[in-house]
């Protein structure tokens, strides 16, 4: 069965439980429903031809909220809006890769990276989180890196296992994509999706971005549809 056919069998069965995606189970964030209301009636230009990469208000806004949230510095020419995770996914592996790539790519994985990868004529190539904390084998990691090898997708926190790296686990893949020289697309969609530990403040959500070497090779990946519940947003 293929992802279409098993969303409309589910439709057919109110009682089943949806596991394959990040679908909450209330309406997601009231404020921002209200705000996108509001901004669609009082202001008419949101909804006629925008910057490319954004409107510049939303692009500021992006970053003074991680600047202000996460300490995290982004500057205008760092921040592109696009219409869901999934097609930042599919922009970020296209401006990279090239026929004949390879793209290693952590199994258990979000259904659509090997799927964009194969459709861009690159090979996905994986590599296995093993059960109980589905940590990263830096090792398997280096063996399955090639000279064809052009990029890394990076997923945390990690959807399915909910794995969220830690910070030396997030140094040593930056370490081999630096040693490797290549490219890291790191989804962090769930970012605000972590709980911490109240005696260790563990796990936290680390940015492979911030480690040396990588702001020039890092796509990092948010998404607006996950912070606000709003999976429709997209």
């Not at 997601?28 to 008419?44: D, Q, Y």
């Not at 006629?48 to 970053?63: A, C, F, N």
């Not at 090979?123 to 830096?138: E, H, Q, R, T």
Request: overall charge negative; hydrophobic content about 35%.
């Amino acid at each position: 069965l293929d992802w279409g056919e098993l969303m409309t069998l589910a439709r057919m069965y109110p009682e089943a439980i949806q596991l394959g995606q990040g679908y909450p189970d209330y309406h997601g964030c009231k404020v921002a429903r209200e705000a996108a209301s509001t901004g669609i009636m009082k202001k008419p230009s949101m909804n006629q031809y925008s910057d490319p990469k954004g409107t510049l208000e939303i692009r500021e806004s992006l970053i003074r909220y991680y600047k202000n949230m996460q300490n995290f510095n982004l500057t205008l020419d760092q921040v592109t809006i696009t219409t869901s995770g999934t097609e930042a996914l599919w922009a970020g592996l296209n401006a990279i890769c090239e026929p004949g790539d390879e793209v290693i790519i952590f199994e258990p994985y979000f259904p659509w990276y090997p799927i964009i990868v194969e459709q861009l004529g690159a090979k996905p190539v994986l590599v296995p989180l093993k059960p109980p904390n589905f940590a990263p084998d830096i090792k398997l990691i280096k063996q399955a890196i090639t000279s064809k090898t052009r990029a890394m997708i990076l997923n945390t926190p990690h959807n399915p296992t909910g794995h969220v790296y830690t910070k030396t686990e997030i140094e040593q893949l930056a370490s081999v994509a630096v040693e490797s020289d290549i490219f890291v697309i790191s989804d962090e969609v769930y970012e605000n999706v972590v709980w911490s530990d109240l005696e260790s403040d563990q796990p936290k959500h680390r940015r492979i971005a911030e480690e040396k070497g990588m702001e020039n090779r890092t796509i990092t990946i948010g998404s607006a549809s996950k912070l606000f519940s709003l999976t429709g947003w997209r």
